[in-house]
């Protein structure tokens, strides 16, 4: 029997491979395969959804839903990812109560939080810290200094996420090998390592740095049980990850394939839809928001086979 390590004794899971929060391609069907398989499942923003609501608290509802299909699909531990909110960002504070309030009426023992300063969200740590929830915090523009921030600030564990990362993309260019080694000298509690980790080399990696688990995300869009549509899958098998382009979008930089739309030069100063693409299909009018990883995956498998591929590197 191998030891426990922190993480899987924090979270109750048997290998710390983490399934990251993806805005609509997240789903309980994911969630709950990847904590049966072993690893932990997280529900993020819209998951399980087809629309947009707009509305809060109609938002909020359909999020308390997704965790009891959840918990219908799988008794292992999974979590929840919470947006804190985010200065300058008007819909970040419109959305946060009514989540949290759920979060909390359901149960959810781990949430991780993710924002871009932890101290704007500290009246949500608090609400989550009375409750006795497990608390994972990811900054967005993760440094040596905000790791040290959230430590101070009492979260249990941080991902730490370095510029190869799918989604948005941090505001400080630092790759995953020189933040998570710099990170992980810096604070006691555990780091988790994000950003172009997608096999059992890049895990090695991670851990050689000091890391404690994984968060992947890209490599998790491309399972039997995400909701990415079958378009964007088959568009991330074919890229190359020399083929990938970091575009402005209002909500800022993100690094996608480069379809023929963004050839052709749109897509630059808007905000393209990841729905559109990746959950809907339709390439032509969204994008496809991958990490660096996605020149390196060639299969669609499921979610129970990348965890067992993963758990080698922590055997
Ligand atoms: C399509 C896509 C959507 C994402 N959406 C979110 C999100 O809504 N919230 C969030 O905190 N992170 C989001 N992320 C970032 C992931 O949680 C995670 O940090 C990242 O995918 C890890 O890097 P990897 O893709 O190299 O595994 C997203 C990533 C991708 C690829």
Same mark, same amino acid.
């Given at each position: 029997?191998?030891?426990?390590?922190?993480?899987?004794?924090?979270?109750?899971?048997?290998?710390?491979?983490?399934?990251?929060?993806?805005?609509? $391609?997240?789903?309980?069907?994911?969630?709950?395969?990847?904590?049966?398989?072993?690893?932990?499942?997280?529900?993020?923003?819209?998951?399980?959804?087809?629309?947009?609501?707009?509305?809060?608290?109609?938002?909020?509802? $359909?999020?308390?839903?997704?965790?009891?299909?959840?918990?219908?699909?799988?008794?292992?531990?999974?979590?929840?990812?919470?947006?804190?909110?985010?200065?300058?960002?008007?819909?970040?504070?419109?959305?946060?109560?009514?989540?949290?309030?759920?979060? %909390?009426?359901?149960?959810?023992?781990?949430?991780?939080?993710?924002?871009?300063?932890?101290?704007?969200?500290?009246?949500?740590?608090?609400?989550?810290?009375?409750?006795?929830?497990?608390?994972?915090?990811?900054?967005?523009?993760?440094?040596?200094?905000?790791?040290?921030?959230?430590?101070?600030?009492?979260?249990?564990?941080?991902?730490?996420?370095?510029?190869?990362?799918?989604?948005?993309?941090?505001?400080?260019?630092?790759?995953? $090998?020189?933040?998570?080694?710099?990170?992980?000298?810096?604070?006691?509690?555990?780091?988790?390592?994000?950003?172009?980790?997608?096999?059992?080399?890049?895990?090695?990696?991670?851990?050689?740095?000091?890391?404690?688990?994984?968060?992947?995300?890209?490599?998790?869009?491309?399972?039997?049980?995400?909701?990415?549509?079958?378009?964007?899958?088959?568009?991330? %098998?074919?890229?190359?990850?020399?083929?990938?382009?970091?575009?402005?979008?209002?909500?800022?930089?993100?690094?996608?394939?480069?379809?023929?739309?963004?050839?052709?030069?749109?897509?630059?100063?808007?905000?393209?839809?990841?729905?559109?693409?990746? $959950?809907?299909?339709?390439?032509?009018?969204?994008?496809?928001?991958?990490?660096?990883?996605?020149?390196?995956?060639?299969?669609?498998?499921?979610?129970?086979?990348?965890?067992?591929?993963?758990?080698?590197?922590?055997?």
């Amino acid at each position: 029997m191998k030891n426990e390590s922190r993480i899987e004794k924090l979270l109750g899971i048997r290998y710390p491979i983490i399934q990251a929060s993806m805005v609509w $391609l997240n789903s309980a069907e994911l969630a709950a395969a990847v904590s049966n398989a072993g690893g932990m499942g997280v529900l993020g923003p819209n998951a399980g959804r087809k629309d947009v609501t707009g509305d809060p608290l109609k938002t909020a509802e $359909l999020f308390r839903e997704e965790i009891r299909k959840t918990r219908a699909l799988t008794d292992k531990p999974f979590a929840v990812n919470f947006l804190l909110p985010i200065e300058g960002v008007e819909i970040s504070y419109r959305y946060a109560k009514p989540l949290m309030d759920v979060i %909390l009426e359901e149960g959810v023992k781990i949430v991780i939080t993710s924002g871009k300063d932890i101290t704007q969200g500290l009246e949500h740590i608090d609400r989550l810290k009375s409750a006795g929830a497990i608390i994972i915090h990811r900054e967005i523009s993760p440094t040596v200094e905000n790791a040290i921030t959230a430590e101070k600030a009492g979260v249990h564990a941080i991902i730490v996420t370095g510029q190869e990362a799918g989604g948005h993309m941090s505001d400080n260019r630092i790759s995953t $090998l020189v933040l998570v080694s710099q990170v992980t000298d810096a604070v006691k509690i555990p780091v988790i390592a994000a950003g172009g980790i997608y096999n059992v080399k890049t895990a090695n990696a991670a851990i050689a740095m000091g890391a404690e688990g994984v968060y992947m995300g890209t490599r998790f869009l491309m399972t039997c049980e995400s909701p990415t549509s079958e378009a964007a899958k088959q568009a991330i %098998l074919a890229v190359r990850s020399e083929d990938l382009v970091v575009i402005n979008t209002r909500a800022g930089d993100v690094r996608v394939v480069a379809t023929k739309r963004i050839k052709n030069g749109q897509g630059d100063s808007e905000v393209g839809s990841i729905k559109t693409a990746m $959950l809907d299909g339709d390439l032509d009018n969204g994008i496809i928001s991958v990490s660096e990883s996605a020149g390196g995956i060639s299969t669609i498998a499921s979610a129970k086979d990348i965890v067992e591929e993963m758990a080698a590197a922590f055997a």
